[in-house]
């Protein structure tokens, strides 16, 4: 099918971005610009403002908040970790408990770092973006030393740039420079730990050290009390690259230095580094293809395809994983075990390690299932291409989401194990896993999350459309039964529908709890609608490259499809159907606006990409033109400019009336986006709201406030527009 033409109405004058009358507001904080985006966000006040408003946010805020949400935890030495945000403290805690008080009802936790009382001493509104800790040595550990040594990452706002400073979990501080503690200045990357006075830094070094999308491209191998400016590189990518970034795998006995190298999305590279630091030093490419994802557990390679690799003879298809003992990889051999293959209607989520198994995790027709494989015992002289031995996981369940992590892959076979429904609130267990031939044990039960809405009467179901390529496509419908079903003959539905997408990245959306969408829409008499639509990875690598550049309409076209089936059963009509996404899926929002208003009663766009001109010079923009195309090349803007929602406007069209929200921490996704629609539309005076939150970042949020009003603002307006 060729690209879909613009309108006559639509084309631009020019593909010159400068005359664009709209480019000042890319001026992320000019005084002009931030002058408009008050003006639009007061406007979004009072026209959103009110009872509803306040009342919703309400309800998603006791959600955010509440102290019987179940905290995430990771085993870090003898305790468990876990960072906690709520009412109290909207920036949050970074706390610890024991393995048994967790196991408790009420456990006692120790605060290790409170984000809110470091902002207010810092005057920063730090937000926090992970930490990561030093495994001691085995000497270390064997005489009894702590954990001590973490690396903790914070974001002004809740921009993509941080921060990393070293901090001390013994005695709870920061480490000071002066006394030798590392501290990388703002910039996106991070530092990654070699040992205890070294770490690998892959940050912004100066001009010429990013990559044209804004990430680093040298990595170096930073001694503690030398300057960063003068650290050895190990490592120096090109301009056109994406990223690069080192690290070293500390599994005793197999410990590694690597490098990887991000071409783009879905191409890159991964360097065994000898002789790190040193004269000697040599990197050795592992000979994969770019598009293959790798990891390494012990002596064991694991190699996940995108797409078909051919060779000694034999092809093995994009989407399975296969395996090999590294070092037999190294000398050459090729010999290689399938651990998956997939099926047109299966795909592989992933793979999680334990000391002695890898657990797989498989998708059927978007339906959880996961078993266990446990590898060939080297070291009793098993034969390394011998079969992997499989064993059962029972964990799947109809319509729910199964999670798998390792508590610690290099000391322990206990996985944790989530599962979450629609209208099943999330659960936690403990399980072990077990080798060939032992009886699988109970999972322990440790955790269930509150029910925040009441679900009776309530139904989650999976259909399918038809695409107009003849593609059956997923999607999963949320309601009271007499909504979702409604009863032959009774006419159309009428019920407030909010159908949402994102369709690339090889990102699946997937069953899951959320009390928030519980509380704001299901039990007020709405139905939510999910479409696994081409371009996610609900089938593997072939269902997203199915709408990659070229082929982006049929991402569209899928979610039309979706749109046209809930009318045609009945459950509701277009006056009375939303549609929403963000970023990836704020441009589906952008083209449903754009390429079927005729569908939608109402459009809500979030932090979205929407001018495919200018997208690759904007921010982190050109790092996704694997995605979507180059539009400085003509031969692609041929057909970029058919999917841009920005350039599709037509000032005399009917349009539904449209959400736009964005952040001005976004740095990311260029908050221009969205405002240039947003004033493209309101030249042509059409229904348009916007709002830009100061803070927040890519997630449009900084703290649990911020999120409520947000999403409170959206469900307000979908309320008002289509009920």
Not at 86 to 102: F, I, M, N, Q, V
Not at 282 to 305: C, F, K, M, N, Q
């Amino acid at each position: 099918m060729s690209a879909d033409p613009l309108p006559p109405a639509a084309r631009p004058d020019a593909p010159d971005p400068d005359t664009d009358p709209f480019a000042w507001l890319e001026d992320v904080v000019g005084d002009e610009s931030l002058d408009w985006v008050r003006q639009r966000n007061e406007h979004a006040q009072q026209a959103l403002g009110g009872a509803d408003l306040t009342r919703t946010r309400a309800a998603v805020r006791e959600v955010l908040d509440s102290d019987d949400r179940i905290p995430a935890v990771s085993l870090i030495g003898d305790h468990l970790y876990n960072f906690w945000r709520d009412a109290t403290h909207e920036r949050g805690l970074w706390r610890r408990t024991t393995p048994d008080s967790y196991r408790s009802e009420d456990p006692a936790w120790e605060t290790v770092l409170d984000l809110d009382a470091l902002a207010e001493a810092e005057d920063e509104s730090w937000v926090w973006h992970g930490a990561s800790v030093l495994r001691p040595t085995p000497e270390q550990l064997a005489a009894g030393e702590p954990w001590r040594r973490a690396l903790v990452d914070l974001s002004p706002g809740g921009s993509d740039a941080d921060v990393t400073r070293e901090f001390d979990l013994v005695e709870k501080r920061f480490v000071p420079v002066a006394d030798g503690g590392f501290h990388r200045p703002l910039a996106k990357g991070g530092l990654a730990w070699a040992d205890e006075d070294t770490v690998y830094a892959f940050t912004d070094l100066g001009e010429g050290t990013t990559t044209s999308s804004g990430y680093p491209r040298t990595v170096v191998l930073w001694r503690r009390g030398t300057e960063l400016a003068s650290a050895p590189v190990v490592y120096e990518g090109s301009t056109d690259d994406m990223a690069v970034m080192g690290s070293r795998s500390r599994t005793p006995g197999f410990e590694r230095d690597l490098v990887r190298r991000s071409i783009a999305f879905y191409r890159s590279e991964t360097y065994l580094v000898e002789g790190v630091g040193t004269p000697d030093q040599e990197l050795v490419r592992l000979d994969v293809p770019l598009s293959a994802e790798t990891g390494l557990h012990r002596e064991w390679l694991t190699i996940e395809l995108r797409e078909d690799w051919e060779v000694d003879g034999r092809t093995y298809p994009g989407g399975a994983l296969l395996a090999v003992v590294l070092d037999d990889f190294l000398a050459g051999s090729r010999d290689l075990t399938v651990l998956f293959e997939p099926t047109p209607s299966t795909s592989l989520v992933g793979g999680a390690w334990t000391r002695h198994h890898l657990v797989v995790t498989v998708l059927e027709d978007v339906a959880h299932s996961a078993y266990t494989l446990t590898p060939p015992d080297l070291d009793a002289g098993e034969d390394p291409r011998a079969p992997w031995a499989r064993g059962d996981l029972p964990v799947g369940g109809e319509l729910l989401t199964v999670g798998v992590r390792a508590v610690s892959a290099v000391d322990s076979d206990d996985v944790w194990v989530t599962r979450s429904g629609y209208l099943e609130p999330t659960t936690l267990a403990l399980a072990t896993v077990v080798g060939p031939g032992q009886e699988p044990r109970e999972p322990e039960a440790l955790k269930t999350a509150p029910a925040f809405f009441d679900a009776s009467g309530m139904v989650a179901e999976q259909h399918f459309a038809t695409s107009d390529d003849g593609t059956r496509v997923p999607y999963f419908v949320v309601g009271r039964s007499d909504l979702v079903r409604p009863a032959d003959g009774s006419g159309p539905g009428t019920a407030p529908t909010l159908l949402y997408g994102y369709g690339g990245f090889e990102i699946p959306l997937l069953p899951g709890y959320s009390g928030t969408v519980g509380r704001a829409w299901l039990a007020r008499g709405g139905v939510y609608v999910v479409a696994n639509i081409r371009g996610g990875g609900e089938y593997g690598p072939s269902w997203h490259q199915a709408a990659l550049r070229e082929k982006r309409h049929r991402a569209y076209e899928d979610f039309a499809a979706v749109a046209r089936d809930l009318v045609a059963r009945g459950v509701t009509t277009p006056e009375h159907l939303g549609a929403q996404g963000g970023s990836n899926g704020g441009l589906l929002a952008g083209n449903m606006l754009t390429r079927y208003p005729e569908l939608f009663g109402a459009v809500v766009i979030q932090v979205p990409l929407l001018d495919m001109r200018r997208y690759s010079h904007l921010l982190a923009g050109a790092s996704w033109m694997a995605e979507y195309g180059d539009p400085d090349v003509p031969e692609d803007w041929d057909f970029l400019q058919t999917f841009s929602p920005y350039h599709r406007h037509d000032p005399a069209r009917e349009y539904p009336p449209v959400l736009l929200t964005t952040s001005t921490k976004d740095d990311r996704v260029h908050p221009g986006h969205a405002r240039k629609m947003a004033a493209k539309m309101l030249a042509a005076g059409q229904d348009v709201t916007y709002y830009e939150n100061i803070e927040g970042g890519h997630g449009g949020a900084a703290n649990n406030a911020q999120a409520a009003h947000m999403a409170a603002l959206a469900w307000t307006f979908l309320r008002d527009r289509l009920s």
